[in-house]
């Protein structure tokens, strides 16, 4: 019983190394910061519609629908967890037309919504950045350019 623990243990271990290994790794508060007035209008617009809507919409009270944590333009990206229980331990972006993927830095959670247009991330300075269908001329986006 105690070599199938250790066994499995191993198992586990080399999967967790092989996902941190083998993505490039974003560092979101190293991109170049970009004011929200400075992001196009289409951009302006997703965010404040999602803030009106607080993140989800109950259709005939029955079922929740939840936002994505990625709004794409011009591109098909995908948000990907590690997580252990109730914690999460990793974010990983997905980009789905080739399967590359970049590993946020740091075990903590990253502010959303994450804008994606064409190669272009950009993502919020701090959380909250939408709340309530508004958001400030001045808050702050980090753009990063992904290869």
């Not at 789905?96 to 272009?120: E, M, R």
Request: charged fraction near 20%.
């Amino acid at each position: 019983m105690k070599k199938w623990i250790i066994i499995t243990g191993l198992i586990v271990l080399s999967v967790i190394s092989y996902l941190f290994i083998n993505s490039r790794i974003i560092d979101y508060t190293d991109g170049t910061p970009v004011k929200y007035m400075e992001l196009p209008k289409e951009v302006q617009d997703s965010l404040v519609w999602r803030g009106r809507h607080d993140g989800c919409v109950s259709i005939e009270d029955t079922v929740i629908v939840r936002y994505k944590p990625v709004i794409c333009f011009d591109s098909d990206y995908t948000m990907l967890y590690f997580d252990v229980g109730p914690w999460t331990f990793a974010h990983f972006l997905k980009r789905n037309s080739d399967g590359k993927i970049w590993k946020f830095k740091g075990i903590y959670n990253i502010p959303k919504p994450i804008v994606t247009i064409g190669d272009t991330l950009y993502v919020p300075s701090e959380y909250n950045i939408n709340s309530g269908g508004r958001v400030d001329n001045n808050a702050v986006f980090y753009r990063h350019i992904l290869k």
